[in-house]
């Protein structure tokens, strides 16, 4: 019976000893992943929508016009954009590709607006969306490329996300 008794006594100490201590007690520090992250399965598509185009400056051959482009962020976390490559049509006929270079935080579930500037050489232009453009009429848009975006989160590192949009805008002078 003695032996029985060291035994079991034996088995509930080893079985007390891997038990872990008991969380969130007076004193003791809260878990780390609990006050530095939110609670994220998974990385939303950011969302792309022109909302206008502006002429800056026009010429019988050039135009100069900026491009107001609203980016919405379903995210529960902020995000920043370190760069954007685009190529943007008006009325499925190519205007203007590039590269913009700079930082923009786009805060959790909320917008920022970005603007970018680009000359439009209407030689190689259909007359109608020339037409379009000076009588400050509503051109159909298409913008595609990537933004590389960084969530400063180390378990989602920094990634590409690939967009498409079209739709229409009013030219404004």
């Not at 060291?6 to 878990?31: D, H, I, M, T, Y």
């Not at 929508?49 to 010429?59: G, N, P, R, V």
């Amino acid at each position: 019976m003695r032996k029985y008794l060291v035994v079991l006594a034996v088995f509930f100490l080893l079985a007390a000893c891997k038990s872990s201590p008991p969380q969130g007690g007076e004193g003791s520090p809260p878990p780390e992943s609990a006050a530095a992250e939110p609670e994220i399965k998974q990385i939303e598509e950011l969302q792309f929508t022109i909302t206008s185009i502006t002429i800056l400056q026009a010429d019988l051959i050039n135009t100069r016009l900026k491009l107001d482009l609203k980016i919405d962020n379903p995210n529960a976390i902020p995000l920043t954009l370190t760069s954007f490559h685009y190529e943007l049509y008006g009325n499925e006929r190519f205007w203007t590709s590039g590269t913009e270079k700079y930082l923009v935080v786009i805060p959790a579930r909320d917008s920022s607006e970005v603007s970018f500037e680009f000359e439009m050489n209407f030689i190689n232009m259909r007359r109608r969306l020339l037409d379009d453009v000076i009588a400050l009429r509503e051109v159909r848009y298409r913008v595609v490329g990537y933004v590389d975006v960084q969530t400063d989160i180390p378990r989602f590192p920094d990634f590409r996300a690939n967009f498409d949009h079209s739709g229409t805008s009013t030219v404004i002078k």
